[in-house]
């Protein structure tokens, strides 16, 4: 082979090399969105958004590798139940959301969670009964938040009673079972990424809890993909 | 030519002592007075102006002798290239080897660059209270009135006027910075709001993990470890924004663990503070009372935050306790 010849070949499997390890780099970098993300932002421009979800004890079979791990769920626009956490919403839009939480409760490590925030008027309804503080000290406890810190969005999502003989073992859950009901109603801001998780260090035998579903995507976190 | 000898020949090392000389000082005076002013952390807080100062001055020692080596490589590669006309061949010999006179410059010179830059170093932490970094619980250096104000926060009589040391807890968990002023009833809240022309003492803490609240525009930085206060200190100068970022790798939302904090005016401040502590009054009273650490019950997962008497230290068999790891 000629002189000219090797340094082609030289310089082509350097190329090559480089490639391999750029698309490696990307694709660790890039690992995707569990779940997917849930559109709702084919509505009316300007019309308030409804967005339902769920809290459940155990997402069970059927949603992944990890059956007894808590999680959220939420209701696509066509109805069905699925298993994601990031979720498409227009910008400068009222959401009027709902939470079913069908898990137990407890203490906060930071009983801060407990007061309602960064929600039209500061309050969440409680199963009908309008609610701006919870003490989780008391009564059933706090199961888990919805709390989006870019935002000062902050709701305690009152646990079941721990009692409770007809609770939901595994998602997604239906309304027979015990549940809360929780209704607010927020104002997406401008474009752009908004993480949100859960303040309640629910991950139940990892260290401090916060290991597992809680520092898992898709489980107990995730983004409000806010459009323009 | 005077950086010639008496016998004509070019005397190098006058020459680019000579060049070093006037390079040093035009970069230290343009770096002083355009590029020192913008210099982070900037000059919200005395201790901001004291770390730019600080930075400053490093960087006005640094430059000439940066600019020494490159005179020094720019000159031989000119000067003493083997292309030139009339350049000697090296030689090799005692003279290659050493010259005793540079040495014992180099050594005397940056002897007293290091002796100067750690006695200014210490100069200035001493000076500033810790410099805005954390000191632990028991600082060395504080501020004036500030162990009388964090005395009153920790019995509850605490209250704050405009010109006296004001006390703000620090909290961190995963994955968020909350704060307490204790001045103010104690209450707790997701937003860092600060008078201008005070005192701050930053009382930093953490209820799971380290983390550490850095507040890059106020030049504070110091670690929130679980169980343990670690107390900043730095006095607030010009109102405006500033940025709290956790700079301790702390978990998944770590990259998300930030908010914005502000500097207002003293009556602002007071008007903020009164609001908020009506607002949250609710939530206030379900707080536990005004600590230093707080201790989580180490029951595994929602463990309460209430040290209740019969806390124990987290361990991973109290964390556990009963409970079975899931999968």
């Known amino acids: 082979m000629s002189r000219n010849g090797r340094l082609a070949t030289v310089l082509g499997l350097f190329v090559v090399a480089v490639g391999l390890v750029v698309a490696a780099v990307a694709a660790f970098l890039t690992p995707g969105i569990p779940g997917g993300v849930v559109n709702f932002t084919s509505g009316s ?76 008027g500061n309050t969440m309804s409680l199963n009908g009964t309008a609610t701006s503080a919870y003490n989780s000290n008391t009564g059933d406890g706090v199961g888990h938040t919805f709390t989006v810190p870019a935002l000062g969005l902050d709701i305690p999502l009152v646990g079941i ?14 309304t027979n079972f015990d549940h809360n009901t929780i209704t607010f109603s927020f104002k997406t801001p401008g474009p752009g990424n908004y993480p949100w998780q859960c303040f309640v260090p629910c991950g139940l035998g990892y260290l401090f809890g916060n290991g597992g579903p809680m520092s898992t995507q898709g489980y107990m976190g995730g983004f409000l993909k806010v459009v323009a | 030519m005077a950086a010639e000898n008496s016998k004509g020949e070019v005397n190098d090392l006058r020459r680019m002592t000579m060049i070093w000389v006037v390079l040093s000082v035009v ?36 430059l ?16 003493w290239s083997a292309k030139r006309e009339g350049v ?99 209450f707790e809240s997701d937003k860092l709001v600060l008078p201008v022309n005070t005192e701050i003492a930053f009382n930093v803490t953490s209820l799971d993990v380290i983390h550490s609240f850095w507040a890059y525009q106020l030049s504070v930085k110091a670690d929130a470890n679980p169980q343990l206060n670690n107390v900043a200190y730095t006095e607030t100068k010009h109102t405006g924004n500033f940025t709290v970022r956790c700079s301790e790798l702390c978990g998944l939302w770590h990259g998300s663990m930030y908010n914005f904090g502000k500097v207002v005016s003293s009556t602002d401040f007071m008007n903020w503070a009164s609001t908020t502590q009506s607002a949250n009054a609710a939530n206030t009273a379900n707080l536990p009372p005004f600590a230093w650490t707080y201790v989580p019950d180490a029951n595994g997962a929602s463990g309460g935050w209430y040290p209740d008497g019969t806390v124990t230290p987290y361990s991973t068999v109290e964390t556990y306790g009963s409970k079975t790891p899931a999968s």
């Open chain 2, 27 to 62: 970069a230290d005076l343009l770096f002083w007075f355009l590029v020192g002013p913008h210099v982070p952390p900037g000059r919200m807080t005395e201790t901001a102006v004291n770390n730019q100062r600080t930075f400053n001055v490093l960087l006005v020692i640094a």
């Open chain 1, 45 to 120: 421009a300007g019309q308030p958004v409804s967005l339902v979800v769920q809290t459940v004890p155990s997402i069970g079979v059927g949603f992944g590798d990890h059956p007894t791990w808590v999680s959220y769920l939420v209701k696509t626009p066509s109805g069905k139940w699925v298993h994601s956490t990031t979720w498409q919403l227009p910008a400068n839009t009222v959401v009027n959301m709902t939470i079913l939480q069908y898990d137990s409760g407890s203490p906060l490590r930071n009983q801060q969670w407990g007061q309602v925030t960064g929600t039209l």
């Open chain 1, 161 to 174: 009673g721990g009692g409770s003989t007809n609770a939901c073992s595994q998602a997604p859950c239906g």
């Open chain 2, 64 to 79: 000439p002798v940066l600019i020494g080596v490159w005179v020094y490589l720019g000159y031989a590669a000119t000067m």
């Open chain 2, 88 to 186: 000697a061949e090296s030689v090799g010999g005692e003279g290659a080897r050493t010259n005793r006179k540079v040495q014992v410059w180099w050594i005397a010179l940056t002897s007293v660059i290091v002796i100067f830059l750690a006695g200014y170093g210490t100069f200035a932490v001493i000076a500033e209270h810790g410099s805005g970094g954390g000191e632990g619980p028991n600082p060395v250096w504080s501020p004036s009135g500030a162990t009388q104000a964090e005395t009153a926060a920790l019995s509850g009589s605490s209250s704050w006027t405009p010109g006296h040391v004001l006390v703000v807890q620090v909290i961190g968990q995963q994955w968020k910075f909350t704060y307490r002023y204790p001045s103010f009833g104690g």
